[in-house]
C-alpha cells in the first residue's frame, strides 16, 4: 500500500477512540438483549408445542453465538488497541 491510502479522511478524523469502543459495546448490548429475547420466545413456544420449540431452539442457537461472539469480539478489539 502506498502512505495516500493510509491517510485518515476528513471525515472520520472528529470521531474519537471512545466513540468508536461505545458503538461496539452498546451493538453488543443490542445482540445480547435480542438474544435473550429469541430464546425466550423459543421456550416460551417449547411450553405450548415442546418438538416444535426445541428445533426453533437448535436453529437459532448457533446463529446466536456467533452473533453474541462476534460483537463481544469486536469491542474486545477495539478496547485493546484504541483505549490504550
Known sequence: MSDAS????QLT???SN?????YFYIMFLVVVVLSVF???VDVYVMTKRPAAGFSMLLRS????L????NTLF???LCARTLLK
Open 6 to 9: 493510509k491517510t485518515e479522511t
Open 13 to 15: 478524523q472528529g470521531i
Open 18 to 22: 471512545e466513540t468508536i469502543c461505545g
Open 38 to 40: 429469541v430464546v425466550g
Open 61 to 64: 442457537a448457533p446463529t446466536l
Open 66 to 69: 456467533i452473533a453474541l461472539v
Open 74 to 76: 469486536m469491542y474486545t
